[in-house]
């Protein structure tokens, strides 16, 4: 079996619309994300396609056997926010996310020179919340996030991950 991380390319952008717009009302809820108010296919793309463009590294695709399967995007500010998705039921629950959580937390780092990075998971994640800490997440709190955009209020657990060789100061 064959797992390995890229960054993004044109090829990538279908598989990536096909998730946002697929998913059933109760996956989404599970994320805390409001599906009738997920941005449409256009708006998704033209985002995409600038990532594609772009000279930074900021979104990074999961393959698995030569197949994507899934994507982990990075957004940059006082402390880094790292997201991840495995595309395809087929994809989840089966031991993979970590391994590649923890590569995309590694490129970012790196190729980012980010001391720490940050994750917001639902607490109605379980499989997401187990990633987190199987990859040297440290938990920090519990808290409520208000509803924006296409986001619900959720309750979610936030972990710290730094790099190699840092210890978390929280």
Not at 17 to 25: H, K, M, Q, R, V
Not at 30 to 59: F, T
Not at 105 to 112: C, I, R
Request: hydrophobic share 35%; proline share 2%.
């Amino acid at each position: 079996m064959g797992l390995s991380i890229r960054k993004i390319a044109n090829k990538d952008i279908d598989a990536i619309l096909d998730y946002w717009e697929s998913g059933t009302e109760a996956f989404f809820k599970s994320m805390g994300v409001d599906k009738s108010k997920i941005p449409n296919r256009q708006i998704i793309e033209e985002k995409l396609q600038k990532e594609v463009d772009a000279e930074e590294i900021r979104y990074l695709i999961a393959v698995k056997d030569g197949t994507a399967v899934g994507c982990g995007l990075i957004e940059c500010g006082d402390v880094a926010q790292f997201h991840f998705h495995l595309w395809g039921e087929t994809s989840r629950n089966i031991g993979d996310g970590p391994y590649f959580a923890k590569k995309m937390l590694e490129k970012f780092s790196d190729e980012l020179s980010l001391d720490e990075i940050r994750c917001h998971i639902s607490v109605e994640n379980k499989h997401a919340n187990y990633a987190a800490t199987k990859n040297g997440g440290i938990f920090i709190e519990e808290k409520i996030i208000p509803a924006e955009g296409m986001f619900l209020e959720r309750s979610v657990r936030v972990y710290s991950w730094k790099p190699a060789g840092q210890k978390s100061t929280d």
